[in-house]
């Protein structure tokens, strides 16, 4: 199949060209981007006419829980954890397969409609949620969610170890990495093993680390340590680790990370509405630490709009620092294409668009009265777009969503679905 872009505005991310240019085609064969020119004369199946659009790299979500799609603005009035004690975990003790494959299935669409081409997602009844990002074409790293509260730790790994033998090589849009839960959901020999499981694979470890205060205090307590940042240099040292949130962390810790093989997955949306705090990003990004970007859930961040993630990232570092030079909007780009990329090892396939990788590619229209006149394309894009200005989706060359329609998942299905879960098990 061959597929030709014509007469994009490009934003390819990719440092060795400008960072915008005008007028130009890109050819994509089969799963992979083919040519990029001004000119492009050749025989294709399909053309695709981007005058006066964005056309960039589909963005990367690098913490999510997406089957939490149907638990959508339940948070409300809540703490964290009584949330989750009193509301979340009653109803997810009564989830089936079925139910799992059908919420993920709705976060599925919403991440085309919305521009996310790939995500990195932590949860349980993990097979069903594959199979949802396979029939709708979403590219995903996913795991089993690890933690041992109840003595249950090496079944979790079993599980988890038993789909990345069926799925590895087999799937070019599916790939693992070791999804612990928490260093407070588990223990040292526990943790130990999930480490060796990582080894064995060689595979990223992702975790969700200081994200509030008590489960801050909680680690220092269990562990017996001054900073949870120990933990991460004793057991992780020369790993590749994903950590989501990180929020509180303070300037000392923050440093001292920065020696380590570590990636932020900055969640902001769910970090305010759970009262968590704001991650100083800016300052990690100073010390070198690549932060990538993340929605979580939809039960606590809302929606998987990256488009919305990346203004409330950009807005918050230059509140809390009181300097309007922090995070210009084109770094905001950075963090949710390239950036989450590089977090999941995927740099070598997606997060630019460059001749020879993957075709994950979006196309945005700017026709818009929010984005009207255009004087600085990237901060419109940051700042006033949304992901009801993508038109066009494509993972690994094939178009998911074209003109705003999408071409293979029948939505009104999945709505029905969903609302006849939630009503049964609340």
Not at 11 to 35: A, F, H, Y
Not at 289 to 306: A, E, K, P, R
Not at 331 to 357: D, F, H, R, S
């Amino acid at each position: 199949m061959k597929i030709l872009i014509k007469n994009a505005n490009l934003i390819s991310m990719d440092n060795k060209r400008p960072q915008i240019e005008e007028g130009i085609n890109i050819l994509i064969e089969d799963t992979k981007v083919k040519r990029i020119d001004k000119t492009i004369e050749e025989d294709v199946d399909k053309v695709i006419d981007a005058t006066g659009k964005v056309v960039m790299p589909g963005l990367i979500n690098t913490h999510s829980h997406i089957p939490m799609s149907i638990f959508r603005e339940t948070v409300d009035g809540y703490i964290t954890q009584d949330w989750l004690e009193q509301k979340i975990w009653p109803m997810e003790d009564k989830l089936t397969n079925e139910d799992i494959y059908y919420a993920s299935l709705l976060s599925c669409i919403e991440m085309i409609k919305t521009g996310t081409t790939t995500i990195n997602d932590m949860y349980f009844m993990t097979k069903d949620i594959v199979k949802a990002a396979v029939d709708t074409g979403v590219r995903m790293q996913t795991t089993r969610t690890l933690m041992d509260l109840i003595g249950d730790g090496d079944i979790r790994i079993q599980e988890l170890e038993e789909l990345i033998k069926e799925y590895s090589n087999k799937k070019e849009t599916i790939s693992f990495n070791i999804g612990i839960h928490g260093f407070y959901t588990t223990n040292a020999p526990y943790i130990k093993k999930c480490v060796e499981l990582a080894r064995k694979y060689k595979l990223p470890i992702h975790i969700h680390f200081c994200e509030n205060s008590k489960e801050k205090e909680d680690i220092k307590n269990a562990y017996n340590v001054e900073s949870p940042v120990e933990l991460i240099k004793k057991y992780f040292k020369g790993m590749h680790v994903i950590l989501a949130h990180s929020v509180k962390l303070d300037e000392k810790e923050i440093c001292e990370l920065a020696n380590e093989k570590i990636y932020i997955s900055h969640c902001p949306v769910s970090n305010l509405k759970l009262g968590c705090g704001i991650a100083n990003i800016s300052y990690m990004k100073e010390q070198g630490i690549t932060v990538t970007l993340g929605t979580d859930g939809q039960g606590s961040g809302s929606n998987l709009d990256l488009f919305e993630s990346m203004k409330y990232t950009a807005l918050l570092q230059k509140g809390i620092t009181e300097n309007p030079k922090k995070l210009p909007a084109y770094e905001v780009l950075k963090i949710a294409t390239i950036n989450g990329a590089k977090a999941l090892g995927l740099e070598e396939k997606i997060g630019i668009i460059e001749e020879g990788k993957n075709a994950d590619i979006i196309i945005i229209n700017l026709n818009d009265v929010t984005t009207k006149p255009i004087n600085n394309i990237f901060a419109e894009i940051v700042y006033n777009v949304k992901g009801t200005n993508v038109e066009t989706t494509i993972v690994n060359g094939k178009v998911l969503m074209e003109n705003k329609e999408l071409l293979f998942i029948n939505e009104d299905e999945v709505y029905k679905k969903c609302e006849e879960i939630i009503e049964r098990i609340s």
